[in-house]
């Protein structure tokens, strides 16, 4: 059974930094591409980052040049460098795992979903 446990969330100060780790489980880690996306209150859920097998990797405009996706395979685990965070980046964010060779950003293409750790980013 496909586990995916988030951690690291948390409150941060504008143009500081956090981490968000994923702990991946019951599923062959390296067969998969993995991503993050984020969901704010009112809004819909956005791809924030993926991460394919080959290690090519995918980011939202909104993110690209201060977010950075990496996977560690010999941990079967998944992080997100936040660097430089905006209020507005401010949302649950979830880990996810897709078999879907190229998933890329597209919510759908994903199949198995953590239960989501919260970053609140004040100015």
């Known amino acids: 059974q496909e586990q995916l446990v988030e951690s690291g969330g948390g409150s941060v100060q504008a143009g500081g930094s956090l981490r968000l780790s994923c702990a991946a489980s019951?599923?062959?880690?390296?067969?998969?591409?993995m991503g993050w996306a984020r969901q704010a209150p009112g809004k819909e859920r956005e791809g924030v980052a993926s991460?394919?097998?080959?290690?090519?990797?995918g980011y939202a405009d909104s993110v690209r040049g201060r977010f950075t996706i990496s996977r560690d395979s010999a941990k079967n685990t998944l992080h997100l460098q936040m660097n430089s965070p905006k209020p507005e980046d401010t949302a649950m964010y979830y880990c996810?795992?897709?078999?879907?060779?190229?998933?890329?950003?597209?919510?759908?293409?994903?199949?198995?979903w953590g239960q989501g750790t919260q970053v609140t980013v004040s100015s």
């Open positions: 019951g599923f062959t880690y390296d067969d998969y591409c």
């Open positions: 991460i394919d097998r080959d290690g090519s990797t």
């Open positions: 996810a795992a897709s078999s879907v060779v190229g998933a890329g950003l597209r919510s759908s293409a994903y199949t198995s």
